[in-house]
């Protein structure tokens, strides 16, 4: 059983940055994040390969979202920039083991075995 524990999230006025962590109980192979606001479907931000870093975003956070790694601390960060009011979610982190899957599964959240309790991100304009 992996625990998955996520930093607070918080509420910024449009243009803003956060940053959110998510510190795992045990090494895991695939991390990232998914987002659900209220209405609306969960869906994919972004992913990382564990053993070599690479990383996926979904086009709506492309190039103003960064996902990074610490291995020695078993955390995964999700830097936001540029944030806007469509980014206003509640904001999940997943883990997995599966890297065969990883380049084709990334964005399903079926793939990923364990998810943290969320925490809100609120984007005013």
């Known amino acids: 059983q992996v625990q998955l524990v996520e930093s607070a999230g918080g509420s910024v006025q449009a243009g803003g940055s956060l940053r959110l962590s998510c510190i795992a109980s045990?090494?895991?192979?695939?991390r990232g994040w998914f987002r659900q606001a209220p209405g609306k479907e969960r869906e994919f931000v972004a992913a990382?390969?564990?053993?070599?870093?690479?990383?996926y975003y979904a086009d709506s956070v492309k190039g103003r979202f960064t996902i990074t790694r610490d291995n020695a601390m078993n955390t995964v960060y999700l830097q936001m920039n540029s944030l806007k009011p469509e980014d206003t979610a509640a904001y999940s982190c997943?883990?997995?083991?599966?890297?065969?899957?990883?380049?084709?599964?990334?964005?399903?959240?079926?793939?990923?075995?364990?998810w943290g309790q969320g925490t809100q991100v609120t984007v005013s304009s």
């Open positions: 997943v883990a997995g083991f599966d890297s065969d899957g990883f380049g084709a599964q990334y964005a399903n959240g079926e793939y990923y075995s364990y």
């Open positions: 990382i390969r564990w053993s070599d870093g690479s990383t």
């Open positions: 045990t090494p895991t192979v695939t």
